[in-house]
């Protein structure tokens, strides 16, 4: 007889997996569709800036990967082109960490496990019938594009640059962050406590991405040690070199019924939203999304689908109302600190210092970013 699902989840990334073990663990039949590993992909040297609601998440699915891959950031330093100063303190907010700074391999590598030993998720290798579909391939869905789904798109004049470095001092579990005219530049830390390894993302303009993505490592690493005003000393490039261009992009519609009429689909992650790296809110949004969604579903009377259409509108404005403030204040901040006018420069700079001493809304902003 054949398998019948409750859900079929196209996009086997973190988001994706992540769904389909939640579902699982409400008693929903999961198809999951992972394409297959291109056997000349790159080493991914990408980190991800987790929250403590994120962290939560995973660990209640048991994936939270081993402290060696997942740094806890005591401190976090913003600095800006002309003295302004941004400092959190994990002390001074009475929690463990602002955030974690995740290895993205070895949290890929915790979720394909455990879906491996989930018996009601069953790894696929084309889309199945079900009464809802999740889309869940990232800003470049091809899925989202099948089913006429308008993604607006707003990009900005800058590629994110991505590599990782072995610095000559340990880190501290000081995630640092340089706002300058060649961009934006942060170091967030990796390998645990006494680690002397950083993931970098530099946003820049294209021209100089494409400049320092093809330079010599040693030219590189100098340039990263001039623009980090050697905070972690005398560098070295430990791994290879990626870029992507940037933007800002939502989905007009974020659930709606399929064009063959045989069930519902529903937006999480990227192919829903992109927000700017600056902040880190990327996968934090991502993984709110699919723990909305599925504890909407399993909250559903028993007589309602997976795909009822009013379930799945009560998540889109849940996670549009949710999205709406950080999308605002990332697009804001890089447009801010992307404009070269003298004028621009001062009043971000002091923008920085006054916040730095704003006392109640520093401590709500922290708290907010670390999804508490």
């Known amino acids: 007889m054949a398998q019948t699902f409750d859900v079929c989840i196209r996009g086997a990334g973190i988001v994706g997996r992540t769904l389909a ?23 991914d040297v990408r980190a991800y800036a987790l929250n403590t609601g994120s962290k939560q998440l995973l ?25 302004g100063c941004v400092h959190f303190d994990a002390g001074a907010q009475a929690v463990e960490a602002l955030g974690w700074i995740v290895d993205v391999p070895a949290l890929e590598n915790r979720l394909s496990e455990a879906v491996r030993y989930q018996p009601l998720v069953e790894v696929v290798a084309s889309p199945v019938d079900a ?37 000559e001092h340990p880190h501290g579990q000081v995630a640092r962050q340089w706002f300058s005219a060649d961009g934006i530049l942060a170091f967030l830390p990796l390998d645990g406590p ?18 320092w993505k093809e330079a010599e490592p040693e030219a590189f690493a100098s340039k990263l040690q001039e623009l980090s005003h050697y905070a972690l000393g005398t ?13 800002q992009a939502v989905a007009q519609r974020w659930c709606g019924q399929r064009p063959d009429g045989s069930g519902h689909w529903v937006l999480a992650g990227d ?23 599925a504890r909407i ?28 403030p950080m999308g605002l204040a990332m697009d804001g901040l890089q447009q801010l600190f992307s404009r070269p006018e003298a004028p ?19 401590d709500w902003m922290a708290r907010q970013a670390m999804g508490l």
């Not at 660990?59 to 997942?70: C, F, G, K, T």
């Not at 560098?235 to 933007?247: D, F, M, N, T, Y």
């Not at 559903?300 to 259409?309: A, P």
Request: hydrophobic fraction near 40%; charged fraction near 20%; charge should be neutral.
């Open 344 to 362: 621009l420069q001062a009043l971000r700079n002091w923008g920085m210092l006054a916040f730095e001493r704003s006392g109640p809304l520093k």
């Open 297 to 324: 579903l399993q909250a559903r009377d028993s007589w309602r689908s997976t795909g009822d259409v009013k379930l799945l509108r009560q998540y889109e404005r849940e996670r549009k109302a949710g999205l709406a």
């Open 235 to 247: 560098l070295a490039l430990q791994g290879p070199r990626l870029s992507w261009p940037l933007q």
């Open 21 to 43: 073990l939640l579902l699982a663990r409400e008693r929903l039949r999961v198809a999951l569709v992972a394409s297959p590993q291109a056997a000349d992909v790159p080493r």
């Open 59 to 83: 660990e209640s699915l048991r994936v939270w990967p081993d402290p060696d891959h997942a740094t806890a950031l005591r401190h976090m330093e913003v600095f800006g082109d002309e003295g």
């Open 131 to 167: 009464p809802l579909t999740a889309i869940c391939e990232g800003r470049a869905s091809s899925t989202r594009s099948e089913f006429g789904v308008e993604f607006d798109t707003t990009p900005y004049p800058q590629h994110a640059l991505a590599t990782r470095l072995t610095c």
């Open 194 to 211: 006494e680690g002397r390894s950083v993931a970098v993302v530099w946003s820049t303009v294209p021209e100089q991405a494409q400049q």
């Open 271 to 293: 192919a829903a939203h992109n927000v700017h790296p600056l902040a880190g809110q990327g996968l934090n949004l991502g993984l709110a999304d699919v723990q909305a969604l």
